[in-house]
């Protein structure tokens, strides 16, 4: 069974080592700030094209955020696109619009 709570403390551990408010976490993503609010509290989930948005905003797989493997989060304070997800983008405008989520 999916812990809410869990989710949502991981999604929030996520936000402030990136050094984001609430609200700049949902202007990155397109939603409100009371849903980032309600997903860190652990009432509501994101819809599933949105999460998968947050966790290509933090260098992280879904499966990482839901089953709580944050290890990743120690790496991905870098100021460069880890090589696996440069490697999907071989255009190089691409490739700086999405340089330009890195934190």
Do not use: C, Y
Not at 15 to 43: D, I, M, Y
Not at 87 to 99: G, I, K, M, S, Y
Request: proline share 6%; hydrophobic share 40%; glycine share 6%.
């Amino acid at each position: 069974m999916i812990d809410r709570e869990q989710i949502g403390i991981r999604i929030a551990a996520l936000r402030k080592k990136a050094g984001w408010s609430q609200q700049t976490l949902a202007e990155k993503l397109g939603v409100s700030p009371q849903a980032v609010s309600k997903w860190e509290s652990g009432k509501n989930l994101p819809d599933i094209d949105v999460f998968r948005e947050l966790a290509w905003l933090f260098h992280m797989t879904m499966d990482s955020i839901v089953e709580g493997d944050l290890l990743f989060t120690q790496k991905s304070g870098q100021k460069a696109l880890p090589p696996n997800v440069e490697a999907l983008f071989p255009d190089e405008e691409r490739r700086r619009l999405l340089q330009s989520f890195l934190p």
